[in-house]
């Protein structure tokens, strides 16, 4: 199983751009999908973005244009660079590997999850 450790978060203005990374262990990590998910207080975890092994990428309609998702096979590495933040982006931001990668979407792995890292955009 792959462990998956975030990093990046922090406070942050309208506006202003944070980037997220994702440590994973294990030598497969090249060939898994991996996605970003966020959770704010009180709602449901959602999808933000996903990127394929081959490096094809999905987004979230809400992030489309501002958020990038990018990974480092060599350092086991996934990355989300968010520009343009909104207060609305504020979560805990989390990764995960292994799942389901659509050109609609990526479909998350149960199994798979780090701790997340705290995103908090001020207004």
């Known amino acids: 199983q792959v462990q998956l450790v975030e990093s990046g978060g922090g406070l942050v203005q309208a506006g202003g751009s944070l980037r997220l990374s994702c440590a994973a262990s294990?030598?497969?990590?090249?060939?898994?999908?991996m996605g970003w998910f966020r959770q704010a207080p009180g709602q449901e975890r959602e999808f933000v973005a996903g990127i394929s092994w081959l490096g094809g990428t999905t987004y979230a309609a809400s992030v489309k244009g501002r958020f990038t998702v990018s990974r480092d096979n060599s350092n086991n590495t996934v990355f989300l660079q968010m520009n343009s933040l909104k207060p609305e982006d504020t979560a805990v931001y989390y990764c995960n590997a292994g799942g389901v990668f659509v050109n609609a979407g990526y479909y998350a792995n149960s199994r798979s999850w780090g701790q997340g890292t705290q995103v908090t955009v001020s207004s």
């Open positions: 294990g030598r497969a990590f090249s060939r898994y999908a």
